[in-house]
């Protein structure tokens, strides 16, 4: 008798293991089109076994575990493309908007400008004497002052963006750490383990938002919650913490966002800033801190050139008046140095902040008559008609060794438009590599994406394959519930008559 309720029990878990099957199924058939959701499947095993005599008869089947199909290495490696390309990306996208900024068709363009200003020269020394190609040369001064300057402005506010979406990321961060926390809590205390699998879908698609938005490396430990550190290992998440992410203390020097990751709960804070290289995050600081500051440095020493070379024959020469000598064309707020750049300007800062300064002397604006144009040390072409120092000036368009780009006071670079041309062809170079880098990131990133779908994706088929096989094995189990129920009934009615 024992045997045929023992039959009633297997029937039972079979039905039971078939039914969680089905529902397991639905369940995946029902996500097929939910971000991030890993296949499930049911593992069966035999149930426990009881003895008789010499033999051993089976109790059926037992639901082992729902796992999850998915590849912890292949996310991994997701993970880490994730953070590259979304670093890569930041970058060429702030490189890109600046290299429009140096665009030159023949008609406009900084070249054009500064080429537009020696030219006045061209015509100063024909005419030296005509009051309106002096006020040109005046006009032709103030439209490159104003193209480097609306450069140089624009540039920082790119800058100036960076730094303001760093301080919003870092925002995001926070929200996302803690979020991934709270779901390692829940995940360390599932019962039985390895059964939540809704929570480690949702953690890992945090993770991989999190990844877009700084370098991250992740760590699985023994109680399968997520370790997240930064680049230099300082954790963002441990266990169920998540590390607080600041960026709310401008540093004294540049007025920059300075980011940094409380340790535990000290109070005490560690910066971080240039230990973070990938990420949106870890694009936008390079950009902000290295890149473009670089383009502007080169905008400050081009002007320090034009000023510098400038300024120093100007000096020289004489003013239409035959008297005026000694005058700097170019002058800014506090005054030229003994060397004819801006006090405070000069190769040990970098130039930093030549295009900011740059001016025309008032005095010449007031009077252009005081431009000077002739050479008073030469009696044989004095007069209206000197026009050597015009020339002079005129000659600087094409002279070599007018920019100082080492910074050392040396000037080793030119002539001028190579030096505009090498600034342009750094930018789009630097734009284009950040491009294919970005591009390559993106399709190795495709790439382990389709390895993870075909891992972990819900195949519609094969889900429908599954679900004629396990409710042809419901209704098995169900027959054979019937047959041992027939038999049972049998049995009792024999006996009983």
């Not at 003895?51 to 290495?73: E, H, T």
């Not at 005095?363 to 431009?371: A, F, G, S």
């Amino acid at each position: 008798m024992y045997l045929f309720t023992a039959g009633l029990d297997i029937g039972l878990s079979g039905l039971q293991a078939a039914q969680n099957a089905i529902n397991v199924t639905g369940q995946n058939i029902t996500n097929i089109n939910t971000p991030g959701y890993a296949r499930q499947r049911v593992n069966l095993e035999t149930g426990y076994y009881v003895q008789i005599d010499k033999l051993q008869f089976g109790l059926g089947v037992n639901v082992k575990q729902v796992q999850a199909i998915r590849d912890r290495f292949l996310e991994m490696q997701l993970t880490q493309t994730i953070t590259r390309q979304f670093g890569t990306k930041a970058r060429y996208e702030g490189v890109e908007n600046v290299a429009s900024l140096f665009v030159e068709n023949g008609e406009s363009g900084l070249n054009v400008e500064l080429q537009r200003f020696f030219q006045a020269f061209e015509e100063l020394a024909a005419r030296p004497e005509n009051d309106a190609v002096r006020t040109n040369v005046v006009t032709r001064a103030q439209t490159m002052i104003a193209g480097l300057q609306s450069r140089y402005n624009m540039i920082e506010d790119k800058r100036t963006q960076a730094n303001r979406s760093v301080a919003s990321i870092v925002n995001e961060v926070n929200t996302i750490t803690t979020q991934i926390a709270k779901l390692n809590q829940q995940i360390a205390v599932e019962h039985p383990k390895g059964s939540d699998n809704n929570a480690r879908d949702q953690r890992q698609a945090l993770v991989d938002k999190l990844a877009e938005l700084v370098g991250i490396q992740t760590h699985e430990d023994t109680n399968s919650r997520l370790t997240i550190t930064v680049e230099n290992g300082m954790p963002l998440v441990s266990g169920n913490a998540a590390m607080t992410m600041y960026a709310d203390t401008p540093d004294p020097i540049t007025g920059q966002y300075i980011v940094q990751i409380e340790i535990g709960n000290s109070g005490q804070k560690e910066n971080v800033t240039q230990n973070i290289k990938n990420g949106t995050l870890g694009g936008l600081i390079d950009l902000r801190d290295n890149i473009l500051p670089g383009y502007m440095e080169k905008l400050d020493q081009l002007a320090a050139g034009v000023v510098l070379q400038v300024n120093q024959i100007h000096r020289l020469g004489v003013g239409i008046d035959g008297v005026t000598t000694n005058l700097d064309f170019f002058v800014a707020i506090g005054g030229n140095d003994p060397s004819g750049l801006p006090t405070g300007v000069n190769n040990t800062n970098h130039y930093k902040g030549m295009v900011s300064r740059m001016g025309i002397n008032s005095q010449i604006i007031d009077d252009p008559k005081l431009i000077a144009s002739g050479d008073p040390t030469n009696p044989d072409t004095a007069g209206p008609g000197n026009n050597e120092i015009a020339l002079r000036l005129l000659a600087l368009q094409n002279a070599d060794n007018t920019v100082d780009s080492n910074n050392d006071g040396i000037p080793d670079s030119g002539p001028f438009s190579i030096f505009i041309s090498s600034v342009a062809n750094k930018i789009g170079n630097e734009a284009l590599s950040y491009k294919a880098t970005s591009n390559t990131d993106e399709n190795i990133r495709a790439a382990l994406e389709v390895q993870r779908d075909r891992l972990s994706a819900v195949d519609f088929d094969e889900e429908a394959t599954n679900l004629i096989v396990f409710q042809r094995s419901y209704q098995a189990c169900s027959r054979f519930i019937s047959v041992i129920n027939q038999l049972t009934d049998q049995l009792v009615n024999n006996f009983g008559r």
